[in-house]
């Protein structure tokens, strides 16, 4: 079966350092998604592309995270300077459009000390 | 905007019981409705879909959801709750107006007691 995969599984890193996560999305997809889930805000959307385009990014801090699709099998999101509370599990996910539902990776899990 | 409300944190169940995991939604345009499941230490699976056509729709593991436009719910039902049907299920909604941007509810979490 197809997959979206996900880099890295865990990554745990002090406060202010950089945080890189990748995703490689399924062969073919258009659109792509960034999550975060936390017990208390449960998944929020943070980025969605299409197309390699950002289409809507209004869940980000943008002062600290960014995300790019630097080609069509590759999709990161970045956290600089990361702090505690960006401490969550980060999922990407993968579909065509229109919405015939997505395929998510296993996800990130990211702990901020 | 676009919102889902699973109003259950948490639904209990005996196995062989019929189970129902309740959603309603609001969206502007023709919404595109979703369960999702989630187990431990795992990612989102897709359940089951509806888009148009009949409001009864059926997905994996004999779960099927049901569209009602008056009431704009779509909750997700089995017949017959098994024990390993116990995780962490996402109702999701997106529309043809919203560029397909998909909103996920807060989760239910169901526990299938043997």
């Known amino acids: 079966d197809a997959r979206v995969t996900q880099t890295p599984r865990h990554k745990v890193t002090e406060m202010g350092q950089e945080v890189t996560m990748r995703c490689q999305p399924i062969l073919g997809h258009n659109t792509v998604f960034w999550y975060r889930q936390t017990m208390m805000q449960g998944l929020e959307l943070l980025a969605y592309f299409r197309n390699r385009a950002p289409l809507d990014d209004s869940g980000m801090p943008k002062d600290r995270f960014s995300a790019e699709m630097p080609d069509a099998t590759l999709a990161t999101l970045k956290i600089q300077p990361s702090e505690p509370r960006d401490s969550a599990v980060y999922f990407c996910?993968?579909?065509?459009?229109?919405?015939?539902?997505?395929?998510f990776g296993s996800g990130t899990r990211l702990t901020v000390v | 905007a676009q919102s889902v409300a699973q109003p259950e944190d948490q639904v209990n169940v005996a196995e062989g019981n019929p189970l129902t995991v309740k959603c309603t939604y609001s969206v502007s345009g023709n919404p595109y409705l979703f369960w999702y499941v989630q187990y431990p230490n795992r990612g989102l699976q897709f359940l089951l879909k509806?888009?148009?056509?009949?409001?009864l729709v059926k997905g994996s593991y004999g779960f099927e959801a049901e569209f009602n436009k008056s009431q704009t719910s779509f909750h997700l039902k089995k017949p017959s709750a098994l024990v390993s049907d116990s995780a962490l299920y996402f109702c999701a909604v997106s529309s043809n107006t919203g560029g397909f941007k998909t909103i996920f509810g807060a989760g239910t979490r169901l526990f299938v007691k043997a």
């Open positions: 996910a993968s579909g065509e459009t229109p919405n015939y539902g997505y395929t």
């Open positions: 509806y888009i148009t056509g009949d409001n």
